[in-house]
């Protein structure tokens, strides 16, 4: 007998072999082992093949970080679907469009989302609604026992989507392969054990939550605490169920740091907390990293694009490289920084990366012309701006397309937020470029303060830490900046504020 292909549902198949009795998806309403998750997602992908829906279908899954979410992705992925994770913070006109590009068959949601999968459907019609919660009950008539479907691990099982921080996301194309080429370098570098117990609070339709962290968690056989992002959950999560291992957006761990009763939680069991998806200035780290009495802050880089992958700075690295995306890309993977001509930066010079590794997206659905764009040679073309310094660590300046040019003059708003970020009544910020009759552009930057603060105490501020031409011209100041929900600050509806 020949030995079965790996897939991702295979890793929850063996762990329910393996560890059967481990409690392994703890959420609000529910505490599931390893056994018990496998059961119901081969009693549901039964389901969903009595109903019609197979091998090959595109299925759209709307739902939060709990166990539905996962009853309906590993049941899909059994029936040989592909699944596709869903922002539930869209509008139904803006995911009928993305269902509609991907050209879904139907959507697995839950009972608080039935309103948007009827309106959705109005927009584009679907040949499968079916609400998980309900579906769980149903399901319970059918097996029990793995289905054994043959699956190849080079079939794409996954399509993931671009924030869209700048017109219709894109669906970015992955098979069982590249994500467990994945799951197994982020298993390596962050030392996961079974005895790991991972927080999943950023949403689970965004790539590092699930591909980079979920996935290296299932890998090695982790508890899994499930849930939604607020700073007092995120605290009480950690501290009730003695979690070692986070993932987080920037501003999770800002806001979390500002809870008036920090010092109630023990957070000294956290190993790891991990943060990306946007820059940490420096000075708010140091904020962070004294509020938690905690320094075990790794800085993750990657794109969705990657899988994501990337490349880490690890927490004694902080000392004297904070603000840098490190130096030593992760196991499987190669970083360069190049000039337009394809070659390699000297230190200070700024570049392109470029990354090439086990788990690069198979291509963008439907789009071979930005596929042949971003990836090019086995490179990945990611446009972020960068330098290397003398000790080769990374910095990045910025998103290639978010440079200011002013006058002729490039400006990295990337370096102006550092320096807003130093002022102590200054929680955030966002620098943009805005049209200027003279000038092209000219820099903006939006303030979200913390206290009391001023435009011209800021103007003074910059004055001896930025040269002329790199000052903010227009000052704006906001309670919250604008975010998707993997908490990318939406620049251009910062232009507006």
């Not at 700075?313 to 840098?324: D, F, I, N």
């Not at 291509?363 to 971003?374: F, L, R, S, V």
Request: hydrophobic residues 40%.
């Amino acid at each position: 007998m020949s030995q079965p292909s790996p897939t991702i549902h295979g890793l929850l198949e063996r762990n329910a072999r393996k560890d059967p009795d481990k409690e392994a998806f703890i959420s609000a309403t529910n505490r599931l082992t390893y056994a018990q998750m496998n059961r119901m997602a081969n009693r549901v992908a039964r389901l969903l093949q009595a109903t019609g829906v197979g091998g090959g279908d595109r299925m759209a899954i709307l739902e939060r970080n709990n166990e539905h979410f996962f009853y309906a992705y590993f049941a899909l992925l059994k029936a040989g679907c592909i699944a596709m994770p869903v922002n539930v913070r869209l509008t139904p006109a803006e995911l009928a469009v993305i269902l509609r590009n991907s050209r879904a068959k139907g959507v697995v949601f839950s009972e608080e989302f039935a309103k948007t999968a009827e309106a959705v459907h109005e927009h584009y019609p679907l040949s499968h609604r079916i609400c998980i919660e309900k579906a769980a009950v149903s399901a319970s008539s059918f097996a029990a026992d793995d289905l054994d479907l043959p699956i190849s691990s080079r079939e794409v099982c996954e399509i993931l989507f671009t924030s869209g921080t700048t017109g219709v996301p894109k669906g970015v194309l992955f098979n069982h392969e590249r994500i467990l080429a994945l799951a197994s370098a982020i298993s390596i570098e962050f030392q996961l054990t079974r005895d790991d117990r991972l927080l999943t609070l950023m949403p689970l339709s965004h790539s590092a939550p699930l591909n980079c962290f979920f996935m290296s968690g299932l890998y090695c056989g982790v508890s899994h605490v499930l849930g939604d992002f607020s700073p007092r959950s995120f605290l009480k999560w950690i501290h009730e169920e003695k979690t070692t291992f986070t993932f987080a957006a920037p501003v999770a761990y800002l806001l979390a740091a500002k809870e008036p009763d920090l010092q109630r939680f023990d957070l000294s069991g956290m190993r790891v907390f991990a943060y990306g998806g946007g820059p940490m200035p420096l000075a708010s780290y140091h904020r962070v990293k004294e509020a938690f009495q905690n320094g075990n802050f790794y800085q993750v880089y990657g794109l969705t694009e990657a899988g994501p992958n990337g490349c880490l700075l690890r927490p004694h690295e902080h000392q004297t490289k904070a603000g840098s995306i490190g130096k030593y890309p992760v196991v499987n993977m190669e970083m360069r920084v190049v000039r337009e001509d394809g070659s390699d930066t000297i230190p200070h010079e700024y570049g392109e990366i470029i990354l090439r590794g086990d788990s690069l997206m198979l291509g963008y659905d439907n789009n071979p012309q930005a596929t042949g764009e971003a990836i090019r040679d086995g490179w990945l073309y990611t446009g972020d701006i960068a330098c290397r310094d003398e000790d080769g660590y990374v910095y990045i300046v910025d998103r290639k397309k978010d440079v200011i040019i002013s006058g002729g003059v490039n400006i990295y708003p990337r370096e102006v937020e550092e320096v807003l970020a130093q002022h102590p009544r200054v929680l955030e910020s966002c620098v943009v470029g805005v049209s200027h009759e003279e000038w092209g552009e000219t820099v903006k930057a939006v303030i979200v303060p913390k206290g009391e603060v001023t435009e011209a105490e800021l103007r003074e501020f910059v004055s001896t830490r930025l040269a002329d031409y790199k000052r903010p011209r227009i000052y704006s100041f906001v309670k919250e900046l604008p975010r998707n929900a993997s908490g990318k600050v939406l620049k251009q509806q910062v232009r507006n504020l």
